[in-house]
């Protein structure tokens, strides 16, 4: 949002600050001034000038020589345009003067250019007469300017007055960051209010009259809103007997100003209002509307229109269209179209003035790709009340300007009108809520300077309409509170009940999880939840894999990002890759990431997010020492039971043989394992690779923090060890069932300490030694205790076909 601060003195006609200050001021009381730009800068000692003669230059056939009156005296000026003549009043920079540019169009210099006397090919100069371009215009924002040559100024100008005053040039533009929910702020009226408040002047907003002939548009033209959810509100007015001429230069320089391009009067009326009051208005030729009918209604599906910029765009039921008897005409609130267009040979047009559903208007300008400065406004949720306000000023400057006949009457259809809020008056608690004393009259000195209005009968604050962000007793206190100064407001402790604040339970085992990761040596690691459906090839995976069953992105960056992941490994192995083409030796790596697995395609709900705590690592290290840091994990955990892994699963990305599923009280939870060779190679890993990934929602409602501590021991262990011959097919974790199972509650623990397999053992078995500890709490245990455990233990083995060795 820019605005002049000329525009804004219109309406606070007592402002009389800096521009810094003006900034300085406005952003403390809550309407942020982005920056400001003075269009004076690096204008000095420029003037009217009036042509009286041109001679030709005796020693250049592309300059002339000219006496020009400037006011005080004539000068001679020498210059190469060739667009001037006797009698012309142009701007001129006098000795010593400064200009902003040039004609080029580049960056203007930061201190301008300096005019200084000289002489060109011999001929005396005293000053230059300047193109708008030199006095950091545009032809664009100034029309009437020629395309190469000097800026012709009216010829009521008095030489000698001030060039850069009658350009309009003395003024300063400010640029606005204004926050949504301010869309009151989206026009000058709105900034103007605010600036009055904020500097203590008097607010004095354009006085809107009646327009309007003896006749009644309803004999002209019908009206009908069929999607009253989309249109709050539709306002109509007609104008005949158009004239169509450039706007005047006050409305020219202050739309120039806010970056508008001038046209021709009736467009520049609509954006002068669009910027004035913040909303936005479109014309229809008369004659071009069909059966003279407007139908506000939805397009239909497959639908296509041409849009003012010619371009064709496709429409669908969602999107609001402005129709005539036959066709559409416009996009509501977007842009009107090709079909109805105001032209040079308009006679009759209609001024539409709208309100319509912000949300909508977003979705469709995004759809039809197409934001315009309308759309931009009606986006943010106009005050529907504002729409008759803005009609009818419109008709106010076309009936001063001359533009046309303003026909009588108004078409509004409005169902159902917006009221203002009340919201409780409660100073005492703002005080409390701002750390303040400040009194109840000063409060109400800036509500009223703000527009709100007090009951005093019921202690009440009336909201207007157009003040939609106010919505609660804390609303009220901040427009106390930016008025008031931020920088007054005394600081003060916060008071109230200290709380403990801790980690979820989720949350408390993924520290731990990160910290026995760490702790064993592992890197976390952060990877990619977009997959390409090729990694589930390079995982080895058949094509009837459920993990192939995939939430697919609807825009994704590429096929590599195309899917959400079902399996954590690709990113791990892909980090593994990384580290060893890098000639990294030995890497260990974590990660806690969630997968995406569909509950049902096409999706009809969220997909199941599931946390996996993903281990991987080569170098130093095997199966088993992945196993150590699993269990470790377990055991700060608090899932004291032992788990149990079985080989038995199908996990093509993992060795045959060397893998395991993790099985804790009855349920997996995860796996183990050695990555598949096939598989290290389609991720040229040269090594072999280990990983384990942990299902965290299987595995959290195991995870307990309660700890039971117990004393140390007084009465001395008792260990027993046994070598046993055993069938290759049997498992150790089967051995240490049956220890676990028969040991009694005075088995203290038992340890794994020899395999053997070789010449002195037959063929098909295996050799294994475990060394078993019992302790009694309470006494020493004897010997016949300790063989009794002994003999059940060895009898349960037995039953696996189990010996012991001679």
């Known amino acids: 949002m820019n605005t002049p601060l000329s525009w804004i003195k219109a309406y606070v006609p007592d402002l009389d600050v800096t521009p810094q200050d003006y900034t300085d001021a406005m952003t403390l009381t809550g309407t942020k001034v982005e920056g400001f730009e003075r269009l004076d800068k690096n204008l000095e000692k420029i003037v009217v000038g009036h042509i009286l003669s041109i001679e030709r230059h005796p020693d250049a056939d592309k300059l002339i020589v000219c006496q020009v009156n400037v006011g005080t005296e004539t000068v001679q000026i020498v210059t190469g345009a060739s667009n001037v003549k006797v009698g012309d009043k142009v701007p001129v920079v006098l000795d010593g003067g400064k200009v902003a540019g040039g004609h080029d169009g580049g960056t203007l210099p930061e201190d301008g250019i300096k005019i200084k006397k000289g002489k060109l090919r011999g001929i005396e100069s005293c000053g230059m007469m300047c193109s708008i371009e030199e006095l950091g215009g545009t032809s664009e924002m100034y029309p009437d300017a020629p395309e190469s040559g000097i800026y012709i100024l009216p010829e009521d100008s008095t030489p000698g007055d001030d060039a850069v005053e009658l350009l309009g040039f003395h003024d300063t533009v400010f640029e606005y960051e204004i926050t949504s929910n301010r869309v009151d702020c989206y026009s000058v009226i709105g900034i103007a209010r605010e600036a009055a408040a904020t500097f203590r002047k008097a607010f004095v907003p ?26 709050l509100r539709y306002c109509a007015r007609m104008v005949k007997n158009i004239k169509i001429a450039p706007s005047p230069v006050w409305m020219q320089r202050r739309l120039a100003a806010c970056g508008i391009r001038p046209i021709n009067n009736i467009v520049d009326i609509t954006n002068y209002v669009m910027e004035e009051y913040g909303q936005p208005m479109h014309a229809f030729d008369y004659e071009l509307i069909a059966g003279h009918e407007i139908i506000v209604a939805r397009a239909k599906d497959g639908d296509t229109f041409q849009t003012l910029d010619g371009q064709e765009r496709k429409l669908d039921s969602s999107i609001l269209m402005i129709n005539d008897g036959e066709k559409a005409v416009g996009i509501a609130g977007i842009m009107g179209g090709d079909n109805s267009k105001i032209t040079d040979d308009v006679k009759t047009m209609v001024f539409e003035a709208a309100c319509f559903d912000g949300t909508n208007i977003r979705l469709s300008s995004k759809k039809v790709g197409l934001r315009t400065d309308a759309s931009g406004k009606f986006e943010k949720g106009l005050d529907p009340n504002n729409a008759i306000e803005a009609m009818n000023r419109a008709c106010q400057l076309i009936e001063e300007l001359g533009a046309g006949e303003v026909v009588g009457g108004i078409i509004d259809i409005y169902p159902e009108k917006r009221e203002g809020k009340r919201i409780p008056f409660e100073p005492e608690k703002m005080n409390r809520l701002l750390g303040t004393d400040i009194s109840k009259e000063t409060m109400l000195d800036y509500y009223k300077m703000l527009e709100l209005e007090y009951d005093a009968s019921t202690s009440e604050i009336l909201i207007p309409t157009f003040r939609q962000d106010l919505e609660c007793m804390a609303d009220l206190a901040e ?6 100064g931020y920088d007054k407001i005394p600081v003060s402790l916060p008071n109230g009940e200290a709380t403990t604040g801790k980690l979820s339970y989720k949350l408390r085992v993924e520290e731990i999880a990160r910290e026995v990761a760490e702790f064993c040596g592992f890197s976390q690691g952060m990877t990619y939840s977009f997959e390409s459906p090729k990694v589930f090839d390079k ?10 069953l995939t939430v697919n992105i609807l825009n994704p960056l590429g096929e590599d990002f195309s899917v959400m992941r079902t399996s954590p490994l690709h990113g791990m192995l892909n980090s593994l890759s990384t580290n060893y083409n890098r000639r990294n030796k030995s890497v260990r790596l974590y990660e806690l990431a969630n997968i995406y697995l569909p509950k049902a395609l096409p999706l009809t709900e969220l997909p199941d997010e599931r946390m996996q705590l993903t281990f991987g690592f080569y170098g130093e290290g095997d199966f088993f020492d992945m196993k150590g840091v699993v269990e470790e994990l377990f055991e700060k955990t608090g899932m004291h039971k032992k788990p149990h892994y079985n080989p038995a699963g199908d996990k093509p990305f993992l060795h045959p043989g060397r893998y395991a599923d993790i099985i804790y009280d009855g349920t997996t939870i995860g796996y183990i394992g050695e990555v598949h060779p096939e598989v290290a190679d389609n991720y040229k890993i040269g090594e072999r690779a280990y990983v384990a990934v ?24 008792v260990t027993r060890d046994i070598s046993m011959v055993v069938p290759k097919d049997i498992l150790v974790g089967q051995i240490e069932e049956v220890i676990e199972q028969r040991g009694g509650k005075n088995l203290e623990s038992y340890e794994l300490f020899d395999i053997y397999e070789g010449a002195q053992i037959l063929a098909g078995f295996k050799s294994v030694a475990y060394s078993i500890t019992f302790r009694s709490a309470d006494h020493t245990l004897e010997d016949q205790e300790v063989s009794a455990v002994m003999k059940k233990i060895l009898n349960g083995l037995q039953g696996l076909g189990i010996e012991l060795r001679a």
Not at 539 to 544: G, M, N, T, V
Not at 701 to 711: C, Q, S
């Open 206 to 231: 354009p006085v809107v009259t009646a327009t309007g002939n003896s006749e009644d548009i309803n004999d002209y033209l019908k009206v009908s809103v069929k999607d009253k959810d989309l249109c």
């Open 479 to 484: 427009e106390v509170a930016r008025f008031f």
């Open 539 to 548: 995982l080895l995976l058949p094509k009837d894999s459920p993990l192939r």
């Open 694 to 717: 942990i299902d965290m929602p299987s595995m959290i409602p195991f995870t307990n923090f309660d700890r039971k501590y117990v004393g140390i021991a007084k009465y001395p262990a």
